[in-house]
């Protein structure tokens, strides 16, 4: 009886190696531990081994290096790159490969298909080798072994990856996702979905319009979609042609049909060996995605990845900073009547957009108020930190009735406390969190009546503010100060009393203002100069810009963020003006032009009456008689050293000059609290005291003493004389 053959279709089929050897083609085994290929007849003839007088007739096994040998050195290498990504992807490694002979000619082209098994750290490649023709040209435009191909793809990839590490933002980055023209497979679509709890989100699109997201905005993980099935198995998806995304994913085949493309790819976005979304390139004609346009989209899906992420922690990182600038940032209160404030904040551009310098405004009882301004040693997060605690420190002390010197007493000794313990820590040793350097801190503190324009002034290291008289004369106003805070617990700070008359502007800076752009101390303030008193009547907001602007370049922002992107220093400037002719705050009423300075000399300063003469100066740079001007310094000296000298009491230096320039009048007064009157003396040639009143008698238009309810005033007057 005959046996039908249907029924033994074992039977009907020859054995593999027969199969094989009659298409002429070999198998090869490479193990990638060992480093070990292992070759059968047919593989070992495709690479030229033995001869057609001994051929090979078994298995043959060779190193690494003796396989890399039979083939072209740039296909080998591009080889490289295909089993990496099969094995990334769990696909076949598919590639054209260059056969040469011991003399480097080339002989045949094989193409070798495998497929790798990967067992935890290592893989095998298990595949066949086959001699195929050379395609024709142009036809090969997209295989391994063509150069043209390769030298645009490497050109490709490193304009994408320049782009994407240059993309500062998720909006930037899908931008130039979006941009991207990939050699010979352009994609007219593009989506990047993120990972939300157990659902996709879309993140952002290209080549679609809103309405075109909303079936694909909020799909589960567990769904049948291939960006689903991409996060959950952290492999590309390839759908070469409708029919197979289909057959493949029927459920959600209707909606993505609609955008008429012809090939899919989806791939994961992982970092770090995690995966955060996936990305889908859609195409408008068919795509066979070859190794090398696999090899490709996997590459910019791995650099879309990492810019993606960078994004995400620098968003995150500016939302936190934008969070602690709008908590920290100062701030001015409610308009006080009888006086004008405007202030100006800028932190440095490295990053954070809050440093260590600050200013604050401080109701006080009775209708006063305080201005503090200050400067945290150093630019980083500790500094601005540090100078939170201490803005909330001082402005406890300050709304406890404290005066001035009390404020900054108690803050030197709270900013000491805080930073010794972060140094060193609990068991005396360095902290593992700490500085080797404690931080400091330089901070001027001020009181202000507004109906008076009494100001009270203790001064921690800080500079000295300067005050805009209301005809444009500018000077630095010397006030008392000690260390600044958080070097010495135990620092005293006096007081300076002064009063801000009508027209008068005064301004308080960090030193950031001053010093930027290399100056220092001197040359800072000499180019602020010009720009106070270039002010005639403008805005004090106006002229704060002004300030800033002269210093780092314009910009229109105001205290609620930062002006320009700087590298040097914070900077912080408080403006305060007493309504009054001259000023820009409210001209009210015309008053004659005056200007006033108002210094004491304690008895063990004697120093600071170089800082008379030096303000006398100042206040009258513009004197038309020069030698009134030093018979005025000659005076002003001689009227406090004698308080110094002959009595145990402090000097307190008053003058002012009134009048329109060319008819002022200047009044000097030094006062102290002894009653003893000054006697006019005559001093021989030798003598070394005595000649004060004689020396008013002879320079001053007019002088006198006036005795007082306790102590007593010398005073001198001289009038402007313009010189013929």
């Avoid at 004697?606 to 009258?620: F, K, N, T, Y």
Wanted: with cysteine; glycine share 10%; proline share 7%.
């Amino acid at each position: 009886m005959r046996t039908d053959p249907a029924d033994e279709p074992a039977a009907c089929l020859p054995p593999v190696g027969d199969v094989l050897e009659a298409v002429a083609t070999g198998l090869w085994r490479w193990d990638n531990a060992s480093g070990v290929v292992t070759l059968d007849a047919e593989a070992a003839r495709l690479l030229g081994l033995g001869t057609p007088e001994a051929p090979i007739e078994g298995p043959v096994a060779l190193t690494e290096a003796g396989i890399r040998s039979r083939f072209h050195p740039s296909d080998w290498n591009e080889i490289n790159g295909v089993v990496n990504l099969a094995v990334l992807e769990g696909t076949l490694a598919e590639a054209r490969l260059r056969v040469m002979d011991e003399h480097g000619r080339h002989v045949r082209t094989v193409r070798s298909r495998t497929k790798p098994l990967v067992d935890e750290d290592h893989f095998e490649l298990i595949g066949t080798l086959q001699e195929v023709t050379e395609p024709p040209p142009g036809a090969s435009a997209r295989t391994p072994v063509t150069g043209d191909w390769r030298r645009s793809r490497e050109a490709f990839l490193l304009d994408a990856g320049r782009a994407l590490a240059e993309a500062r933002s998720t909006a930037e980055v899908l931008r130039v996702a979006a941009g991207l023209s990939m050699p010979g497979f352009e994609p007219n679509g593009l989506a990047v979905f993120g990972v939300q709890g157990d659902h996709l989100s879309i993140i952002g699109h290209h080549g679609h319009t809103t309405d075109d997201e909303q079936p694909f905005r909020d799909i589960r993980l567990d769904a049948q979609y291939p960006a689903a099935d991409v996060v959950r198995t952290g492999r590309a998806i390839y759908l070469s042609s409708p029919e197979e995304y289909a057959s493949r994913y029927p459920a959600t085949w209707p909606f993505a049909r609609r955008f008429n493309r012809q090939s899919w790819a989806f791939l994961p976005l992982t970092v770090s060996g995690r995966t955060m979304g996936a990305w889908m390139a859609g195409f408008a004609h068919p795509v066979s995605f070859t190794p090398d346009e696999r090899s490709v989209l996997t590459t910019v899906a791995r650099m879309l990845a990492q810019a993606l992420s960078r994004a995400g922690a620098a968003e995150t990182e500016r939302e936190l900073t934008e969070g602690l600038q709008r908590s920290m940032l100062p701030t001015l209160g409610p308009e006080i009547p009888g006086l004008s404030v405007a202030a100006r904040y800028v932190p440095t551009g490295g990053g954070l957009q809050v440093g260590g310098d600050w200013y604050d405004m401080i109701p006080l009882p009775g209708g006063r108020f305080a201005l503090v301004i200050g400067d945290v040693q150093g630019h980083d997060v500790r500094a601005a930190g540090l100078m939170g605690q201490l803005r909330i420190a001082l402005r406890a002390y300050a709304s406890e009735g404290h005066r001035p010197d009390a404020v900054l007493s108690r803050a030197t000794r709270f900013l000491y406390g805080i930073t010794d313990s972060i140094t060193y820590g609990s068991t005396g040793g360095p902290d593992a969190g700490g500085t080797a350097d404690p931080r400091f801190a330089t901070c001027l503190y001020l009181e202000a009546d507004p109906a008076t324009g009494h100001l009270e002034i203790a001064r921690a290291g800080h500079p000295d503010p300067l005050v805009r008289t209301p005809d444009g004369t500018v000077m630095i106003r010397p006030t008392a100060g000690g260390l600044p805070l958080g070097i010495d617990p135990d620092a005293d700070y006096p007081t300076t009393s002064i009063t801000l008359e009508p027209g008068e502007l005064l301004m308080l800076c960090t030193d950031g203002l001053i010093e930027t752009g290399g100056h220092d101390m001197y040359t800072g303030f000499t180019r602020l100069q010009p720009i106070l008193e270039q002010h005639r009547g403008e805005d004090l907001e106006e002229l704060a810009d002004a300030l800033v602007q002269g210093v780092i370049g314009p910009s229109s922002h105001h205290s609620t963020g930062p002006l320009v992107d700087r590298r040097e220093d914070d900077i912080a400037v408080v403006l305060l003006c007493r309504p009054g002719q001259g000023c820009g705050c409210d001209a009210g009423e015309p008053a004659p032009p005056v200007r006033r300075i108002m210094l004491s000399v304690a008895q063990p300063e004697p120093q600071r009456i170089a800082e008379c003469r030096h303000q006398l100066r100042d206040l009258l740079h513009d004197w038309a008689d020069p030698e009134q001007v030093d018979s005025a310094v000659l005076l002003v000296s001689e009227m406090v050293t004698n308080v110094l000298v002959h009595t145990d009491n402090d000097a307190l230096l008053i003058a002012e000059a009134r009048g329109e320039i060319g008819r002022r009048r200047l009044r000097v007064e030094v006062s102290d609290s002894s009653d003893d009157l000054p006697h006019k003396r005559r001093p021989g040639e030798l003598a070394s005291s005595g000649r004060g009143l004689v020396l008013m008698e002879l320079l001053a238009d007019a002088w006198g003493v006036d005795p007082r309810g306790q102590g007593k005033s010398i005073w001198f007057e001289l009038y402007e004389a313009v010189k013929l």
